[in-house]
């Protein structure tokens, strides 16, 4: 069955450090998109991607990167980690084209930035 | 630009009664309503979405929701709570000019009292 799949599940890192956040699907979906889950703000956009080598920010983009070399995976790059950083991070995927057509979650990133 | 407020963070039902969360949007043009459902330690998953025609939509696990234009409002109901409903539900709404891209609502979490 195909799937989304985010690694690792748990991450505890230091300020200052880079972190990379794997998201991998097998829907050959070309949208995905990365979200932060933080206590009263429901989830947030931080980058999206429409197709490969296409990336953009979202709501909340400041300090994170993305890059899209192949359709099955979209990577978060925490450049320097910040304890502001900490939060639960969800990949998501989509088909493109059709905006009705629900996103399909990952199991989420619980990241933790001492 | 889009926005969803849900009212009610926290919402304790017992067992067997209505479950009513509600949602308002604001939209510049005629969205696309989703209703997610997140239990303990997973992604997200979809409950319901409504796209164009009839206004009240049916989901899964027995939840269903009405759009309302005039109020803006697209609240989930289901007429029995069952344990199992215990979770976070969020609202989302989205523009076809925006393509997939999802705005979500602060969540409610729902406690289901036996």
């Known amino acids: 069955d195909a799937e989304i799949t985010q690694s690792p599940r748990h991450k505890i890192t230091e300020t200052g450090r880079q972190v990379t956040l794997a998201c991998h699907q097998t829907?050959?979906?070309?949208?995905m998109f990365w979200y932060r889950q933080d206590l009263g703000h429901g989830l947030r956009l931080i980058h999206y991607?429409?197709?490969?080598?296409?990336?953009n920010k979202g709501e909340v983009s400041d300090g994170y990167s993305v890059s899209r070399s192949n359709t099955e995976d979209l990577p978060l790059t925490l450049e320097s980690a910040a304890s502001s950083q900490t939060s639960v991070y969800f990949c998501?995927?989509?088909?493109?084209?059709?905006?009705?057509?629900?996103?399909?979650f990952g199991p989420g990133t619980r990241l933790t930035v001492l | 630009a889009q926005s969803v407020t849900q009212l009610g963070s926290h919402v304790s039902v017992s067992e067997g009664a209505l479950v009513l969360l509600r949602c308002n949007y604001s939209?510049?043009?005629?969205?696309?309503l989703f209703w997610y459902v997140q239990y303990p330690n997973q992604g997200l998953q979809l409950l319901l979405k409504?796209?164009?025609?009839?206004?009240l939509v049916k989901g899964i696990n027995g939840f269903e929701a009405e759009f309302k234009k005039s109020e803006t409002s697209f609240h989930l109901t289901k007429p029995s709570a069952h344990m199992s409903d215990a979770a976070e539900y969020f609202c989302?709404?989205?523009?076809?000019?925006?393509?997939?891209?999802?705005?979500f609502g602060g969540g409610t979490r729902v406690l289901v009292k036996p």
């Open positions: 409504y796209t164009t025609g009839a206004t």
């Open positions: 939209s510049s043009v005629p969205p696309y």
């Open positions: 989302a709404v989205s523009e076809q000019a925006a393509g997939n891209k999802l705005t």
């Open positions: 829907w050959n979906h070309n949208n």
């Open positions: 991607s429409y197709g490969v080598h296409d990336t």
């Open positions: 998501a995927s989509t088909t493109s084209g059709v905006p009705t057509n629900e996103q399909f």
